[in-house]
Every structure is written in structure tokens, then in C-alpha cells.
């Protein structure tokens, strides 16, 4: 715990009971402007914090951060690699300028309208710029139900499954943030009836609720991020939608594994919690049995318990809600994730992007993708406009949300939303 989590610390801007965003929360993003400018930032309530601006009055002073122009950059990237002692300065000092009591900011009418803007009078950019893209496949039911669905429901797993953080390296030119339409990719189908493939839109287009977490320190060729350590590496989380075409899928991932199924776009929400900010939310993960190799073990708490949920809203419909599900269920977890893909050497940097994976609970409410919900379509879901879905259609919005709530302090990721428009 560090003085950033107080409970019982509140803020003169104000917060609404059940806004993600109080003075425990201080996440990090990228806004854009009214007059075009683009800086990093931070929020509280409904206001974001031009942290550019900050430094520029001289609030970063004395934390060795002299120069302002860490903040006026496009990307987090360069705070980001300043380092975990420098961020946690940095959160802090935001922490104490925003509490209740202290007027330096508050009382300062030309510094307050330089340094705070509504969050509807900026534009939310992409927190980093993703270098490389991890995906795992880490939740145990989500792995289950899709080895019950295409094979044997005896052997749901394959044997690798609970020996190893299943994962593949992924492309990061069409990770997206919050807000960004993607379109129905085309591509090779492939009917279980027929001799050849077919080519066109994808007519199974689905959601896939993960949780991402982004790299702050890179690592030469050749090193190790040990388990314990992982955490050293980690700078914070974001909510991801990785989108999936099951029918381009099911055609192209043999024997390499996805590909233009999964390369269409992925959507993330703009602003990265720390792990410091959830620091009061972690929970112990699932029972891993058989026993994991050494390299892979550790104690403590590891996992946190952040509620998640996916919306569905037809154009000019109400949106239904249709997956309640907790990043809490993940089998794998981020230290385990990030200790495998470099016990072989493999290097990383900062603002690296790895994906949980798909988050699936135990109950059928709680699978994270269409797949699972609908059981490959064949019990559709009714939404609140009387309409079905078996998956995603197009002028569809999906949503998700991210919260994670004790001793009366909630802090969450705000919102992941996208539309899925017509091929293009």
C-alpha cells in the first residue's frame, strides 16, 4: 500500500460515487486538445490533467523532472521509460496537489484553466506506441470451452495447456484505441460441406474481452525476466478487445495458427491503471495442478479482482449487457506470462502490449467472447430490442467495461468501445 491508495482521500475536483476515475485511481493517457496540442495526461473525475502543464509551472521540479517536454510527446513511451521510481514520484505529487486540502492549484484561476480540461473537450489518443504484441491463451475455461466445442469434450485441453503460458506473437499496427470504427474483415472461408474455400466478409465476427498489461523496462538479447521480478517490468493495464473472425479462423489457423482472422484490429482503452492503483484489489489465482516448473513458480498474491463486462448496442438501439466476467479467473498470470516469453532470451521494451487472452468464468454468463455465449451460434442471444445475435453484426457497437471496487474506492479503465462498420 502507498499513500496514493488512501481510501479515505478525496479530491477538490469533483468525483462522482461511481465514476472510475478518483484521486486513488491517477491513470495515464494521451489527450488531444481543443487547439490541436497534444499532451499526456492524467484524470480525475471528468477532468483531465495536462501533466505538460504541470511540469511547465514547476511541479515536477524537485522530482528530477526538469523537463517539460517528457509530456508534450505523442506517446507515453518516454515518461514510461523514465522509470518506476520516477512515475510513482509523479502520481504522487498529482495525488497531493488534487487533495482536498491543498490550494496551490485550486486557488491559481490561470494555472487551474491551463492545467484542466473536461473530458468533452479532448480527444483520447493511443496511451503507446505498441512495438511488438503478445497474445496469450491463459483463462482455463475459455481454453475448456473451446476444446469442448471442436474437440473431444474428454480432452478439452491439449497437453502442453497447464505446463505452459500458451501465446503467439501477434502484429501491432492495427491496435486501435477506444472510439476507433474497425470493419468487417474479408477473407478465405471455408464450409464443412464444401471441397474449396470460399472468399468474402466474414460472416462470424466476435468480440474477445481481455485485459492487456504494457512493458516499462526493456531487456537486452539474451536476458531472463525472472518470475518474481515480473512485476518490475510490468507498468500498468488497459481493457482489449481482441477482435476475431471465427470463420476465417477455423479455416487458416492450422498449422501455424491465427492469422488475418486476428490481424484485422484489436481496441484498447486509453488509459493505462498502474499497478500501484490496484494494488489494494489483488487476489490469489486459481490452483495450478500439476505443479508448474521452477521457473515458472512464485507466491503471493498475483491476480486481481477487476469486474468486467461487454455490451452490445445496435445502431440508434440500447445496448444489453451479455458477458459479466473478472480478470480474477485467469490461470496464467501476467508474471508467469512475461517470465515465459524471455526465459529463452527473447528481449522486450517498453510499451510492449501482451493480451491475456480471452476471460471466461465458470459460468455461461461469464464467457468472454460470442463463441462461448451463443455456444458457436447455435443458442442465440436476445437482446434488449428483441433482436438476436449469434455474432457480432455490422453498425454493431460493442463495449467493455473494467472496474475494480473495495472499502467504498472504485478504480477503473473507463470504457473499450468500437463499431464494427460494413467491408470495406
Known sequence: ??????????????????????????????????????????????????LFELANHGYFNDLGIEDA???????????????????RLVRARISELFEKGNPAIRESIVEKSAILNHITDVQMMMPVRVGDYTDFYSSLEHATNIGKMFRDPEKALLPNWRHIPVGYHGRSSSIVVSGTDV???????KKDDSATPDFGPSKLVDFELEMAFITGKSTQLGDSIPVGEAED?????????DLSARDIQKWEY????????????SVVSPWIVTLDA?????????????????????????????????????????????????FKYMYWNMCQQLAHQTVNGCNI???????????????????????????????????SDGTERKFIEDNDTVIMQGWAEKDGVRIGFGECVTKILPVK
Not at 508534450?72 to 523514465?82: D, E, G, H, M, S
Not at 492450422?254 to 484490429?265: E, I, M, Q, R
Not at 459460468?363 to 442465440?380: A, I, R, Y
Open 254 to 265: 492450422v498449422p501455424l495458427g491465427p492469422f488475418l482472422s486476428k490481424n484485422f484490429g
Open 183 to 189: 470493419h468487417r474483415p474479408k477473407g478465405q472461408t
Open 278 to 326: 490496484l494494488e489494494p484489489f489483488r487476489v490469489s489465482g486459481p490452483d495450478q495442478n500439476p505443479q508448474v516448473l521452477p521457473y515458472l513458480r512464485l507466491t503471493g498474491k498475483r491476480n486481481f479482482d477487476i469486474n468486467l463486462d461487454v455490451l452490445i448496442e445496435p445502431e440508434g438501439k440500447k445496448a444489453t449487457k451479455v458477458c459479466s466476467s473478472n
Open 233 to 241: 517490468y510490468i507498468f500498468g493495464l488497459v481493457l482489449f478487445n
Open 349 to 383: 521494451n517498453v510499451g510492449d502490449m501482451y493480451g491475456s487472452g480471452t476471460i471466461s468464468g465458470p459460468m455461461p454468463d461469464s464467457f468472454g467472447s460470442m463463441l462461448e455465449l451463443t455456444w458457436n451460434g447455435t443458442k442465440p442471444i436476445k437482446l
Open 69 to 87: 517536454a517528457f509530456f508534450k510527446k505523442r506517446y507515453l513511451n518516454n515518461f514510461i521509460a523514465l522509470g518506476k521510481s520516477s512515475n
Open 1 to 50: 500500500m502507498n499513500n496514493t491508495n488512501e481510501p479515505n482521500l478525496q479530491s477538490w475536483i469533483e468525483v462522482q460515487k461511481d465514476s472510475d476515475f478518483p484521486i486513488q485511481n491517477i491513470p495515464f493517457g494521451v489527450i488531444r486538445k481543443k487547439n490541436g496540442k497534444i499532451r499526456c495526461a492524467t484524470r480525475i473525475g471528468n477532468y483531465t490533467i495536462d
